[in-house]
């Protein structure tokens, strides 16, 4: 039976996070915001919660906590700023939890520990100048020469692109699958920052998340031994798939922190504005945002939860992740357009959140999948064109007794 009530575990997790995110990030986020100034002392004291490891094992150097609590540090993550929660998307969603899937015992020893540890930062590198939502369209190579790949290419619009330590690489090894497009000539790779031929640069012409990273690198012949080939040859597309099912769930579970805050500061504008001799909050129109505000939280907040839910149990949950995602950065958007509105000539300004709210909510209806992308594949579930099947890999599951009784 599906129990979505928090722990007391996850219920101490987010007032940690919130009251975290509260005394260290809020006071300074809008000056970080303006100077475009991605913070990396953020990075230990995030390390120092547990959250860059949250859902990794103890074994292998995480907190050992499970994916409904990887959903709520999200959620508390970017109800202060959208640019936290990316670093949990990316380093503990996209990259670590596929390491944890499909990464050897090597790899873990040698680049999931210290990541989970926060001694590392790693990121996800699949996006590419011609390929977005394409990802057969990228054109990076990776050539065997003996026992080590050289890989050649550019990767664009990566998060922590400038500043991760480790990168998980999607490359074409195999020339002639790449000519016919077929996605079983695509491999990923282990590629650190220190190799030989290998620079980056930041992307600083942003128009929201100014407080995170954002950035783009480049290989010439990189050299990556063969022994940081993730999975087997040609099982790239795969495990790029799975990676976002992780990076989805993380982006729905922000997007709904992102909706509350929406709402938060959209109440309390409203009990203090006055026009017409009163409260804004008692016109009709401005309750029926806040109303709106309030729905698509408590529906997010739900579809989130039973992703989480599939997730800890075992059970394949590319269906339900990706309608958590649409669903919550769709609300999102709407929720940061209305409190502006509420917020009226103040909302223009840059002197209130609800504005930043704006401009951080519109990249999460692009990454890792558009709208339009997820609207064409739920339609496709429900019409039966779509079925999928269970990949190699499955995160595994947390064996509690009420998951071991779900699962029985």
Known sequence: MMNLDLTEEQQLLERTVREWGARAVAPRIRELD?????????????????????????????????????????????????SLRV????????????LLSWGTEDQKQRYLIPQAQGKKIATFALTEPSAGSDARGIQTVAIKKRDRYHLTGEKMWISLGDVADNFLVFAWSDLEKKKQRDPNGISAFIVERASKGFSSGTLKEKWGILAGNTGFFKMEEVEVPQENLVGREGEGFK?????????????????????RACRDASVTYAKQRKTFGVEIGSHQ??????????????????LWMRAG??????????????????????????AASDAVQIHGAN????????????????????YEGTRE??????????????????????LPPFETAETMTARS
Request: aromatic share 10%; charged share 20%.
């Open 34 to 82: 303006r100077a475009h100034q991605f913070d990396r002392n953020l990075f230990p004291q995030m390390a120092e919660l547990g959250l860059l490891g949250i859902s990794v094992p103890q074994q292998y150097g995480g907190a050992g906590m499970d994916y409904l609590a990887l959903g709520v540090a999200c959620e508390e993550l970017e109800y202060v700023d959208t």
């Open 87 to 98: 670093i949990l998307s990316v380093h503990a969603g996209l990259n670590c939890l596929t």
């Open 239 to 259: 495990i790029a798939m799975f990676a976002l099912d992780q990076g989805r769930y993380t982006v729905a579970a922000g997007a709904t922190g992102l909706i």
């Open 285 to 302: 129109l401005v309750k029926e945002m806040i109303a709106q505000m309030e729905s698509d939280y408590q529906a997010s907040r739900l």
């Open 309 to 334: 839910w599939l997730k800890n149990v075992g059970r394949r949950n590319t269906r339900e992740t990706g309608l958590a995602k649409w669903f919550s950065t769709v609300a999102s958007e709407r």
């Open 347 to 366: 909302g223009y300004s840059d002197e209130y959140p609800v504005g930043r709210f704006y401009r951080n909510c519109k990249g999460a209806v692009i």
């Open 373 to 394: 992308i997820h609207k064409l594949m739920q339609a496709d579930y429900v019409l039966g064109y779509r079925n999928d099947r269970p990949t190699r890999c499955e």
